[in-house]
């Protein structure tokens, strides 16, 4: 059986644009909240046009030891500039970042994937551990 995560593609996000970039504490306080940014193109800028964009971006947490993952947020990102006009002549885009906080009492590795809608599938990860 072919596997979904085969789909995935991964890079160097300095090198390839498609990437997530996760940006958080490398150490967290046990069951404290704190701030996740996740975006896309934070070096090489990912095209956002009504023909080509960045559909959206999950970002999950596997805690350390355990078998399952949790899902932390989903984020679709709904205008790329389309109107009754045409494809980009509304003006109006949302941008491929994402902001949240999270807890967590046990250290784990956050992962985020994001959709191309011309690339596919793309993944990244981040260690947290405890402070
Ligand atoms: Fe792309």
């Known amino acids: 059986m072919k596997q979904f995560g085969g789909l995935f ?5 300095k090198m390839e644009k498609h ?7 490398d150490k967290v306080k046990a069951s404290e909240f704190f701030p996740v940014k996740v975006t ?3 070096e090489i ?4 046009t009504t023909e ?11 805690p350390d030891g355990e078998k399952f993952t949790y899902q932390i ?10 109107s009754v ?12 970042e994402v902001s949240l906080s999270m807890k967590t009492g046990k250290p784990g590795v956050i992962y985020a994937s994001a959709l191309c809608n011309i690339h596919g599938l793309w993944q990244s990860s981040k260690e947290i551990k405890m402070s």
Not at 19 to 25: F, G, N, W
Not at 52 to 62: K, L, Q
């Open 73 to 82: 947020g989903h984020f679709e990102f709904a205008a790329h500039g389309e």
């Open 45 to 48: 800028a990912h095209p956002n």
């Open 19 to 25: 990437v997530p970039v996760i940006e958080c504490a």
């Open 85 to 96: 006009e045409g494809p980009d002549k509304s003006s109006i885009y949302t941008q491929h």
């Open 52 to 62: 080509y964009h960045i559909r959206w971006i999950s970002v999950y947490f596997h």
């Open 9 to 13: 593609q991964s890079a160097d996000w």
């Open 40 to 42: 896309l193109g934070k």
